[in-house]
């Protein structure tokens, strides 16, 4: 069992910028492939970035790329998404969620991109202004 709790979100205007956290509980924080995905009101849930167990590997939606920024830090249990030049079209509340991978080498890069994680957080709202 893994529990996510986010924080950093807030009323931003547009061009600025947050650093949304996440912090899991457990012991075995280096065996989830961890992930942002985002709910905007009357719309599906959808990814935003993605990050391997170990680091080496990330993903993005095309709409994010070169503003957003995955990171983990596996010795303090949680992963961060840097935002940036935020725009109206970004305001949503945005979940951590964390996939179970194992240590397998051949999980090792390995970063889903469907709503389909083992656990989430409650999310934290990402507001926009412009």
């Known amino acids: 069992q893994v529990q996510l709790v986010e924080s950093g979100g807030g009323l931003v205007q547009a061009g600025g910028s947050l650093r949304l956290s996440c912090a899991a509980s457990g012991r075995t924080f280096s065996r989830y492939a961890m992930a942002w995905f985002r709910q905007a009101p009357g719309k599906e849930r959808e990814f935003v970035a993605g990050i391997s167990r170990s680091g080496g590997n990330t993903r993005y939606t095309d709409s994010v790329k070169g503003r957003f920024t995955i990171s983990r830090d596996n010795a303090k249990n949680t992963v961060y998404l840097q935002v940036n030049s935020l725009q109206s079209e970004d305001t949503a509340v945005y979940y951590c969620?964390?996939?179970?991978?194992?240590?397998?080498?051949?999980?090792?890069?390995?970063?889903?991109?469907?709503?389909?994680?083992?656990?989430w957080g409650q999310g934290t709202q990402v507001t926009v202004s412009s």
């Open positions: 969620a964390a996939n179970w991978v194992g240590v397998s080498p051949t999980s090792a890069n390995w970063v889903g991109v469907s709503p389909t994680y083992d656990y």
